[in-house]
């Protein structure tokens, strides 16, 4: 009603005692989900884009941290299985944040939600050509990222090397890869979204 810029008012009722004589047909789970879902879907921020900003952030902060050196938190020492798992919630989040961007963009079209001003700037910043840009800048320097490391261990003669040592290079450098193409496969979805606009 609010979206649609309806008037909300209150109007005085008078409850009666229900005289059906049989049990509330609700359902406390199934109903309760169904609520639940529908603000959800009406909220991509809580759904999608503050969890993605966690979850970027933590990984992306601890994968940095534990490139240098190992970290040890109250007894536990975190190394590059760690590092493995941080990379992997930093691609996750990132993945949440530009489905909270398709999200978005998705429902002004649809006239869900209202036009966001900070939002069309971003949009108008980030174009196909600077997405793809970005997107495919990353992939490149994770691919030389596991050139360097494939060279290393062509040095080593194709055998056996120290995970402690080689995982270091090995897992930010995939996850620049997959992160990239992510963005650049992004930039020409949010496009299509757009195309109704740019008509």
């Known amino acids: 009603a609010a979206l649609a810029g309806w008037r909300i008012v209150e109007v005085p009722t008078t409850l009666s005692p229900d005289g059906r004589g049989r049990p509330s047909h609700l359902r406390s789970w199934r109903d309760g989900w169904r609520h639940l879902r529908f603000l959800l879907l009406f909220s991509p921020r809580w759904l999608f884009l503050f969890p ?7 990984g ?10 190992p970290l040890r938190i109250a007894g536990a020492a975190l190394d590059v299985h760690t590092m493995l798992y941080a990379s992997a919630a930093a691609l996750l989040g990132l993945q949440l944040c530009l489905f909270a961007l398709f999200a978005r963009v998705s429902a002004q079209n649809a006239g869900l939600l209202p036009r966001n001003a900070a939002l069309e700037r971003l949009l108008t910043a980030v174009t196909l050509e600077r997405g793809l840009a970005l997107g495919l800048g990353a992939a490149l320097v994770g691919f030389l990222w596991s050139a360097v490391a494939f060279w290393h261990w062509r040095e080593a003669g194709f055998g056996a ?6 995982m270091r290079d090995t897992i930010p450098a995939a996850a620049l890869m997959v992160g990239g193409m992510e963005v650049s496969l992004a930039s020409f979805l949010l496009s299509v979204l757009r195309l109704n606009e740019e008509r």
């Open 52 to 58: 993605g900003i966690a979850l970027l952030a933590v």
């Open 161 to 166: 090397l120290d995970p402690r040592i080689v």
């Open 60 to 69: 992306t902060l601890l994968t940095t941290v534990l490139y240098f050196a």
